[in-house]
């Protein structure tokens, strides 16, 4: 065996090694809508589709999980990752709040793979995801939604924002709380939305 392929082997085996010796200290978070909740499901006068269009700004493109921790500064947490994008996350919880609170409602997200006309159409572009410090510890989700009808007429917009409760402090670093908070406020604002969408169908059923 020659010097150089020596080298290359000793080379090669250190970096198996070292890879393999590496522990991934990655913890995985989901979003979840509270299970044992009783149902406040709301009768609308008959079964409507809406159309959904979902969106996030730039910086919740990132997995890594978010915390603001000064007015100007938000640091993003390498070993703490939610296993779904924030923007696909939120929709997974609308579409469980939906589910829960509007049983007449068909969410649907565009475009339809039906040739059905959606009666309104949500857009959403969420606005944050994330943990805060300052001015007090708490989770924060907010969104601004837009609410059109059928001919594209807008009928709602609105800038939205929900919060919970966190403790920075619970073990280990508060990302476990934090992941908790967040699907709580999160769940508040699809909430939210949900009243706002029933609103518009029950203005326009009235016409």
Known sequence: MTPRLVLFSALAAGLVSGCLSRSDHTQYYLLTTPADAPSQAVESSRVFLVGLNIASVEYLHTRQML??????????????????????????????????????????????????TPELVLEIQLG??????????????????????????????????????????APPDGYPALAAAESRAAAALADEIGQKVLACHRHLSKQ
């Open 128 to 169: 944050s995801l994330q943990g805060r410090l300052q001015p007090k510890s708490e989770a924060e989700v907010s969104a601004e939604i837009r609410i059109l009808d059928a001919g594209g007429r807008l009928l709602e917009r609105d800038e939205l924002r929900q919060t919970a409760p966190w403790s920075p402090t």
């Open 67 to 116: 915390v603001q921790s000064g007015p100007n500064q938000l640091r993003l947490s390498e070993d703490n990752v939610w296993r779904e994008t924030p923007q696909a996350g939120f929709a997974r919880v609308l579409a469980q709040r939906f589910a829960h609170n509007l049983p007449d409602c068909q969410l649907c997200g565009l475009p339809l793979a039906t040739t059905n």
